[in-house]
């Protein structure tokens, strides 16, 4: 299981107390935050460990798959909640802002979804 911190932490406790091992992704700047959720997963007796990964780059995500298969065993469910959001005034909001934002809330579900899989 692949999943990110925030939205996703109650998915992934849930999931380890019904018997997954996890693998957390996020940015860099959240690793404190995934260490966090992997404690606690680890805690439950599952196995777990922390990633960092832009989902919106597919060659990123293919290297978490590979580090996450090699480090947890087969991968059989994978979560792709990832999203992003400016919270910033509308006059404030950037060119970059807007892609940044188009790129992960668009890209990311795509990019991590079956029929990518090899």
């Known amino acids: 299981m692949i999943i990110s911190p925030y939205s996703g932490k109650a998915i992934a406790i849930r999931l380890a107390n019904d018997g997954y091992h996890v693998c957390i992704n996020d940015v860099e700047a959240n ?3 995934a260490d966090q ?3 606690e997963i ?7 460990f922390a990633y960092t990964a832009d989902v919106s780059n597919l060659s990123e995500v293919q290297a978490m798959v590979k580090a996450s298969v090699s480090e947890l065993g087969p991968l059989n469910t994978m ?4 999203g992003i959001a400016q919270v910033k005034g509308v006059l404030d ?7 940044r934002m188009f790129e992960i809330n668009r890209t990311a579900v795509p990019v991590h979804s079956p029929r990518r899989r090899r």
């Open 37 to 39: 959720v992997v404690e």
């Open 93 to 99: 909001v950037t060119e970059e802002d807007l892609k």
């Open 79 to 82: 979560v792709a909640n990832a």
């Open 31 to 33: 690793k404190s935050s």
């Open 42 to 48: 680890q805690r439950l007796g599952r196995k777990a």
